[in-house]
């Protein structure tokens, strides 16, 4: 079962703005394969959350998902993950010195004639990861459509392994402009101004595929990827993509969020994750330790759906959806201080 998620800010004549997505390895398969998830892990313990928190949401680890876009002129292609959690856009650069930027594409201004410089500085602390540079303009081209005069960061440094593993280059963020860090314009909203989108939506619809099939689409909804109606959900604020959740329910029985609570739809986000009061009764009923919530890869066959319920609308997510097997402990929701963020497998 697939689903579409689409997101909404106004109306009017369709115009097509297809991007296609890739299902990769996430960044946790990566360091597995590497041998180095454990140590990773203990550096940035699932059980914290971090004490410095930017503007762009503190996402725990990157996502699976991401496409591609081009910068300058001529045009310079980069791999990105569009990012509902955060409102940059950024690439690394020829000016960086990390080891993340050795194995990944580098932005060049010296090869665009379209490059403008400024002043200004940029600085990302991700949960996991972080990235510091400068801004300048640029052409940026999203599934064809050029938008001219673009803000976005070049990267100068990209410390640790959370980039070096990722296997994109860099973030394309799509949430709104209150949370942009050094106020730079998020691409969409740029989009809307220069009125290169006719409807002020995007819309995103993930496969279970490994490689196709998944796609992010600007100012249309195409009725071909689901059946019945679309529910339509208001946002509680405008930063994130933020709304409030009515409850959250196993079995019939309320687990977490009695009386309400907020939550974001994430795309930067691969799992589900939430306060630790409500994790800890999910750990209840499925019989994982926690943390990270380790349960028994058998036991998910006989595991309940998770129902969130939102705007009236109940939305069951499935245990083999939030419970991960990657040939080990089998692990699902991860903690969080403050709100649910509900990632891929909730979107999916």
Same mark, same amino acid.
């Given at each position: 079962v697939y689903s579409l998620f689409v997101i909404e800010r106004s109306l009017s004549l369709p115009l097509l703005i297809r991007v296609c997505l890739k299902k990769g390895k996430s960044l946790r398969q990566s360091l597995k394969e590497h041998g180095l998830l454990e140590d990773f892990l203990k550096k940035h313990p699932l059980t914290t959350w971090p004490p410095s928190i930017s503007p762009a949401w503190p996402k725990r680890l990157p996502v699976d998902? @991401?496409?591609?876009? /081009?910068?300058?002129?001529?045009? !310079?292609?980069?791999?990105?993950v569009f990012d509902t959690g955060s409102s940059n856009l950024w690439a690394p650069s020829v000016y960086c010195s990390s080891a993340?930027?050795?194995?990944?594409?580098?932005?060049?201004?010296?090869?665009?004639?379209? @490059?403008?410089?400024? /002043?200004?500085?940029?600085?990302? !602390?991700y949960g996991t990861g972080s990235m510091t540079g400068i801004l300048a303009y640029d052409t940026v081209q999203v599934g064809g459509i050029a938008d001219t005069k673009q803000i976005f960061g070049l990267s100068e440094t990209e410390p640790g392994s959370t980039f070096y593993y990722a296997p994109f280059d860099g973030i394309l963020g799509l949430a709104f402009p209150s949370i942009a860090s050094s106020g730079?314009?998020?691409?969409?909203?740029?989009?809307?101004?220069?009125g290169l989108v006719s409807q002020d939506l995007f819309s995103v619809y993930l496969s279970s595929d490994e490689q196709s099939g998944s796609v992010v689409m600007f100012s249309v909804i195409d009725s071909s990827y689901y059946s019945g109606s679309l529910k339509w959900i208001p946002l509680s604020a405008e930063t994130y993509w933020e709304i409030t959740m009515d409850s959250i329910t196993i079995d019939g029985e309320t687990i977490a969020c009695s009386g309400g609570c907020q939550a974001i739809i994430d795309t930067g986000?691969?799992?589900?994750?939430?306060?630790?009061?409500?994790?800890?009764?999910?750990?209840?009923?499925?019989?994982?330790?926690c943390c990270p919530k380790h349960i028994s890869c058998s036991a998910m066959s006989s595991l309940p759906n998770i129902v969130f319920t939102i705007n009236g609308i109940e939305f069951p997510v499935p245990a083999s959806a939030y419970i991960i097997d990657w040939s080990g402990p089998c692990f699902s929701s991860q903690l969080t201080d403050w709100l649910w963020i509900l990632g891929d497998v909730f979107i999916r």
């Open positions: 998902y @991401y496409g591609t876009i /081009s910068i300058g002129t001529p045009a !310079q292609d980069f791999t990105v993340a930027c050795t194995n990944h594409n580098k932005f060049n201004p010296s090869d665009s004639i379209t @490059y403008e410089a400024t /002043s200004q500085s940029l600085s990302i !602390q730079a314009t998020p691409i969409f909203d740029n989009m809307i101004k220069e986000t691969s799992l589900l994750a939430g306060p630790s009061t409500g994790i800890s009764n999910i750990d209840s009923y499925t019989g994982g330790t």
